[in-house]
């Protein structure tokens, strides 16, 4: 309860942003085009939401498979490289570099390679999120102890029990950080795309469509959207995180 | 109990040494050259003994606990435990192993900490909660049985790495300065109670440290070694009786076996100062006293 009582001062931040909001497009008469007041938003959301929500959950389909694609092969990648710090050296500095890449800017090409609909969007998202996960596994697994490894080492532990055993475990916090941080690239990456094509029933194009026509409470509604289902994607992750590492659950440490 | 070696076994006839090692050197490369660590380094550890190794930072005791342990590579030199090299002696899970910091697996409670040795051994499942729970009781944490490493205090911590190096009733016992981190009362505490875990475990103990009180108090001898190369300068007999609690600390012989490993620790050479006559008996709790 003292839990739920600590977001307490966040609500009311958010509340009071509202509010101003709100009060700022009455008194300057903001033009609705330009910024629609909250509550204007709200119906809009409230008319549309049939169409908002089928769109909502066809780009939410393309962010979480390209994330399950992207992160669990970023995982496995790592898991792989590890074996050989040799290799991981000669490739670690590429994957870090591979950051600074505009991955979205492939967008187009990725419609020549796997089509208008849900296949090219997944593509991209999948190459985002696979770079950071990557990098963030691999630190992790090879970033343990001296003394760790020398506790090991003096308990005869076998390659096998020493990944199973102490790199797993110990690359944990570093994989969530990096799987939380991609469920945000996922919904960027699945919504920006669809700006570059795609159905009329997504919410990149549902966006750019109704934007293109002034018609921004449409527009708003669905970003609102984009909003929510990106927030509930990251606190399923950071839920899973919870129960994966109890340890520091405990420890209020997220 | 703890029993002096000279009494150990009782058998006539030589009784194989635990630990044997003969003219130890060991090298270390790094960016700054070639580091001599250890040179010509010979010491044998008998069944059941307590044996100390002292010296100043930096001189290589460390190196040569982890060469007993097959944690390092000796340059030169032969060394056998229990008959068998070390590399033998390890993958036998002839030891067990204490370092600086607790090196406890902060996913683990302390219960999973303790039977970790168990896991890897590949002990059966039965096995995974009675031998930790009676070693936790042992360092008396079985209170603390599911608690994380951050919810126990240094000491606390540094008794779960004793319990865990214990688990599969080791032989020998490392241990790597273990309670260099901790602050003195804990540590004179922790002291006498590892002589009480050592006489149950009846293990023989190979410890490093700096502090030249705690290596009298414990041991039944004191190897004093000199820096740069690591070599062995002096042993002490500690022929303090048995078993030891807090009340030695008190007495006179203490006093004077303290001075004795403090003056071969002031004969080294590297040291800057010349020899203040040993004035009295008041020194114990300081290290070093250079007039």
């Known amino acids: ?42 119906r809009g959301l409230y008319e549309s939401y049939p169409v908002l ?46 950051a ?144 994966v590492m109890p340890w520091r659950a405990e420890r209020g440490e997220f | 109990m703890g029993v002096d070696r000279r009494t150990v076994g009782g058998s006539p006839g030589p009784v194989a040494p635990v630990i044997e090692a003969a003219g130890v050197g060991c090298t270390f490369t ?52 229990n008959g068998k090299t070390p590399r033998e002696a390890r993958l036998h899970r002839d030891y067990g192993i204490v370092f600086q910091s607790p090196v406890l697996y902060e996913w683990r409670t302390a219960l999973e900490n303790v039977r970790l040795p168990l896991e890897l051994a590949g002990r059966p499942r039965a096995e995974w909660e009675e031998r930790p729970r009676a070693l936790l009781r042992l360092v008396g944490l079985e209170a603390f049985r599911d608690h994380y490493p951050w919810q126990l205090s240094g000491g606390m911590q540094q008794r779960v790495s004793i319990a865990r190096a214990l688990a599969l009733h080791p032989s020998i016992l490392l241990m790597d300065e273990p309670f260099g981190a901790l602050d003195e009362i804990t540590r004179d505490r922790l002291n006498v109670e590892l002589l009480r875990i050592w006489s149950e475990s009846g293990a023989t103990v190979l410890f490093v440290t700096h502090s030249i009180a705690e290596a009298v108090f414990l041991s039944s001898r004191v190897v004093v070694m000199t820096p740069r190369p690591g070599s062995i300068d ?31 620790l002031r004969e080294d050479p590297a040291l800057p100062g010349p020899l203040p006559p040993p004035g009295g008996v008041d020194g114990s709790r300081r290290t070093r006293r250079i007039g």
């Open chain 1, 1 to 42: 309860m003292s839990r739920l009582r600590s977001y307490v001062p966040a609500a009311l931040v958010l509340v009071a942003g509202l509010l101003v909001w709100e009060a700022a497009v009455a008194i300057f008469s903001i033009e609705f085009y330009l910024l629609p007041a909250p509550h204007v938003i709200l």
């Open chain 1, 53 to 98: 929500l089928e769109a909502g959950l066809y780009t939410f389909t393309e962010a979480v498979v390209g994330y399950a694609l992207g992160c669990g092969g970023g995982i496995l990648a790592a898991m792989a490289a590890s074996r050989s710090p040799a290799f991981s050296a000669l490739v670690l500095p590429y994957a870090i570099a591979s």
């Open chain 1, 100 to 243: 600074s890449v505009p991955i979205i800017a492939l967008a187009p090409l990725a419609i020549v390679w796997f089509g208008v609909e849900q296949g090219s969007k997944i593509a991209i998202v999948a190459l985002m999120t696979f770079f950071p996960t990557f990098v963030s596994t691999l630190r992790g697994l090879l970033g343990v102890t001296p003394q760790a490894l020398d506790l090991m080492r003096s308990c005869a532990a076998t390659e096998q029990q020493v990944f199973v055993k102490l790199r797993l475990p110990a690359s944990l916090p570093l994989v969530f950080t990096a799987l939380r941080a991609c469920t945000t690239l996922a919904m960027i990456g699945a919504v920006v795309s669809e700006f570059f094509g795609g159905p009329v029933k997504s919410l990149g194009v549902y966006i750019k469509s109704t934007a293109s026509l002034f018609r921004t409470r449409e527009a708003w509604s669905a970003i609102l959207v984009a909003c929510a289902l990106g927030l509930a994607f990251y606190g399923a992750v950071a839920l899973a995180e919870r129960l």
């Open chain 2, 30 to 81: 790094s960016r700054a050259g070639v580091t001599e660590a250890l040179r010509d380094v010979s010491l044998t550890v008998e069944a059941g003994e307590f044996v100390s190794i002292i010296g100043p930072s930096g001189c290589g005791k460390s190196t040569f606990l982890r060469v007993v342990g097959d944690l390092v590579e000796p340059a030169t030199g032969r060394v056998r435990v």
């Open chain 2, 234 to 264: 002096r042993v002490v007999t500690i022929d303090l009786p048995r078993p030891r609690t807090d009340h030695i600390r008190a007495e006179r012989h203490f006093f004077e076996l303290v001075t004795t490993v403090r003056e071969s």
